[in-house]
């Protein structure tokens, strides 16, 4: 057991760690060659067999070339996931069953406005919303 000093522990931990680390490098580039809609087969089936071939300079100059394009696929691929999500919030929360009624939330946020505006007085406020929230 004493033949194997803590640095060369430390040593190898740090190879293992930097071994699994450019694997998932190597995994995520794969993914984001495949998701690029704006390249064609060819460069596709290019940059695969040129990562495959030689691993490691493959990666690397994957992501010096394509590292910043890769990042804003990333963003724009997270905003409209986030943007479907919300509208699913959106429609499920807020109109009725029927899909064609604004949901009563709105018509609070509505009703508080036109009070705002002056275009309702607070007993006209409050009976409308007394009449929306018992609907």
């Known amino acids: 057991m004493d033949d194997y000093p803590l640095?060369?522990?430390f040593w190898t931990m740090l190879w293992f760690f930097?071994?699994?680390m450019w694997f998932f490098l190597l995994f995520r580039i794969v993914t984001d060659i495949f998701r690029d809609d704006e390249m064609s087969g060819w460069g596709k089936?290019?940059?695969l067999i040129f990562c495959i071939l030689l691993p490691f300079l493959g990666v690397l100059v994957y992501v010096i070339a394509r590292g910043k394009s890769m990042t804003q696929r990333d963003m724009s691929r997270a905003q409209a996931s986030e943007a479907a999500f919300q509208?699913?919030?959106r429609k499920?929360?807020?109109p009725g069953a029927d899909g064609g009624t604004t949901g009563s939330i709105e018509q609070l946020a509505?009703?508080?406005e036109l009070k705002d505006k002056g275009a309702l007085t607070?007993?006209?406020?409050q009976r409308a919303k007394t009449r929306l929230l018992a609907s």
């Open 7 to 9: 640095l060369d522990v």
């Open 18 to 20: 930097l071994w699994v």
């Open 45 to 47: 089936a290019g940059w």
């Open 87 to 89: 509208d699913y919030i």
């Open 92 to 94: 499920t929360a807020g």
């Open 110 to 112: 509505k009703l508080a």
């Open 122 to 125: 607070e007993e006209e406020f």
